[in-house]
């Protein structure tokens, strides 16, 4: 009895160890396995190569003579942040304990179109309200906020005061210039304010498989309104390179209403969710996982050109104007 | 911790009046334990998290000379962290849960009376929550199972300083399965991806339907019964799930579970 009873309790170990043998071994972590781990992932996984009209077996080919075993860990990480950076897409990254690759590219190459210390000193101005995130005044009576980033959140409180304190006036200005992204939550919760019936904002493409066309039908996004206020007169959205993601949702579910009105430069992009994955040395990509277009087949990853194209004056900038809000004030009165 | 084990220690003085021992044919079980989970999870790493976790379950179990129905309610909580040894390594917070219903039928019974053994089927239903806490947009990952398994069980009987001890062997083979895992790149399934899709119509689009070809698992086990005063009893409780995802996303997790439940009787022996 008591051997039997023994080799029983013998078996438990086992068990810990035969379920190793069931489970899939963890890639080599070579410099070498790690480059082709990264290519395989964004191989089968990133969204956007039809788009862009990127041939991924030619970036392999290019940046695979450059990686061998013998490299050091900070040269392994340029080859791949730079074989990334062919991606042209600011979702990209690759983390590492050392550094971020990033691809800053859709807003460094071209104008800034905003100047912080003007907007505070001159339009803003000291006596303005912060009411959560949300940096609002009222100037010539129009309305002006600045949302400087979507990951600070805005709650039904912040927006019914602002909403309810601009109530009376003719319009409001909603600069999102800077705005990097963050939550589509807030872009839910801010632009459903000044939504007057639902109407469609854009079309996602979720992947479906590995294959770089292997996406599900389309599914349509809607914007209804929100809360217990609206504001539907006029609305002026102020837009520059540097709207990015969930900035660039933002955009584009304001683009679709009547009353609204965008100013600035171009956004930057980044219509694509972006997703994690870790390679066998532990870094972490970041890269976008689906595909947005808007309702006429517009791909919102090459960022929302303006209804109104507007600089930054460097001769106005010098007096102290911007020439964005400006315009938009122009066009709200 | 103290409490617990004063409760333990008076528990099994309690039970020493060997001549009190009775059989009593339902119990109400419950009690909890330690676990230790691996999950590869290929939709977002390579490596393996591992990870320990505390378990609690409830449960009825109704012991008759024939048929054996049991209904095991189990809940898991844990954290995981990444194999890949990188000081950025990932965690994961896990939550499990499973809802067991088996019912098995004697089918041999030794000339000596020393095991029995018996045969059913069993509706498992098993779901594994993770969150990857570094991971953006993808963090969240889960998977829930509805099976219907072979089972089989053997009960050993045996004398041990005079009590009547029983060791049980069982093993769970589901053998047709309603699954939901995540759509390919996201953290929701196929179904809820669509906006203002209904529940229960996200629910159905989200389903596979998967025999053994595609959903692989095996649940086994070992329970020593410990008799107790007026007909309860104590349980340690050993058992080992295994199970393979082998579609898009494929998903492979182990764990092992070491319990000690309390058994209830709940009625008189007939």
């Not at chain 1, 009895?1 to 810990?16: E, H, N, Q, S, V």
């Not at chain 1, 991924?56 to 990686?67: A, D, E, G, L, P």
């Not at chain 1, 005061?161 to 990097?180: A, H, S």
């Amino acid at each position: 009895m008591k051997k039997k009873l023994f080799i029983t309790l013998l078996g438990i170990p086992l068990l810990f160890s035969c379920e190793k043998v069931l489970m899939e071994d963890a890639p080599e972590n070579t410099p070498v396995a790690n480059f082709e781990y990264l290519w395989d992932v964004i191989d089968r996984r990133y969204s956007l190569f039809t788009f862009k009209n990127i041939n991924w077996q030619n970036v392999h080919s290019t940046y695979r003579k450059k990686v061998n075993n013998e490299m050091s860990e900070g040269e392994l990480f340029n080859v791949m942040a730079e074989m990334l950076a062919e991606l042209k897409d600011g979702h990209v990254n690759l983390q590492s304990e050392f550094d971020l690759s990033r691809y800053w590219k859709t807003y460094l190459d071209h104008p800034e179109n905003f100047n912080g210390t003007i907007v505070t000193k001159n339009y803003l101005k000291p006596d303005h309200l912060r009411t959560g995130p949300l940096l609002n005044t009222i100037i010539d009576s129009i309305g002006y906020i600045y949302y400087g980033s979507f990951s600070s959140n805005i709650s039904e409180h912040h927006i019914d005061f602002v909403i309810n304190r601009f109530r009376g006036l003719k319009g409001v200005i909603i600069d999102v210039r800077n705005n990097g992204g963050g939550s589509t939550e807030n872009v839910i919760t801010l632009a459903s304010r000044f939504t007057d019936m639902t109407r469609h904002t854009h079309n996602t493409f979720y992947k479906r498989g590995p294959g770089h066309g292997d996406f599900y039908p389309p599914v349509a996004s809607y914007i209804s309104p929100g809360g217990s206020l609206q504001f539907t007169r006029k609305v002026a959205v102020l837009t520059n390179r540097k709207c990015y993601s969930a900035a660039n949702d933002f955009i584009q579910s304001m683009n679709v209403l009547p009353h609204v009105v965008i100013i600035g430069d171009s956004s930057g992009g980044g219509g694509g969710t972006p997703i994690s994955h870790e390679l066998p040395n532990g870094w972490i990509c970041r890269f976008s996982s689906d595909m947005t277009e808007a309702p006429g087949g517009y791909n919102l990853e090459q960022g929302i050109p303006p209804d109104i194209y507007v600089a930054l004056d460097s001769t106005d900038e010098q007096k102290g104007i911007d020439s964005i809000i400006e315009r938009a004030l122009d066009e709200l009165k | 911790m103290q409490r617990f084990l004063l409760f333990l220690h008076f528990t099994l003085v309690l039970s020493t009046d060997v001549t009190a021992q009775q059989e009593k044919p339902r119990f109400i079980q419950f009690g909890g334990g330690w676990g230790c989970y691996t999950v590869l999870d290929p939709a977002v790493s390579p490596h393996l998290y591992v990870g320990d976790n505390v378990l609690f379950r409830i449960g009825y179990l109704a012991q008759k000379p024939n048929v054996i129905n049991t209904l095991d309610i189990d809940f898991s909580y844990g954290k995981l962290k990444s194999g890949s040894g990188n000081i950025l390594s990932s965690t994961s917070r896990l939550i499990g849960g499973d809802i067991n219903f088996r019912k098995v039928l004697r089918v041999r019974r030794a000339a000596n009376d020393k095991f029995t053994a018996y045969v059913g089927a069993g509706l498992l239903t098993h779901g594994l929550y993770r969150n990857y806490e570094l991971f953006m947009n993808n963090g969240s990952q889960f998977d829930y199972t509805n099976s219907i398994s072979a089972e089989s069980v053997i009960i050993k009987n045996f004398s041990f300083k005079n009590r009547k001890l029983s060791l049980g062997w069982r093993l769970s083979l589901p053998v047709f399965s309603a699954s939901i895992v995540p759509s390919y790149n996201t953290s929701l399934p196929e179904g809820f991806i669509h906006h203002g899709e209904k529940p229960v119509s996200a629910t159905l689009k989200s389903v596979d339907f998967v025999t053994m070809n595609a959903f692989q698992r095996i649940i086994t086990g070992l329970t020593l019964s410990y008799p107790l005063l007026n007909g309860n009893s104590l349980q340690l409780d050993y058992h080992w799930d295994f199970y393979h995802y082998s579609k898009m996303n494929k998903l492979t997790v182990a764990s092992h579970s070491f319990r000690l439940l309390l058994l209830f009787g709940i009625s008189k022996p007939s």
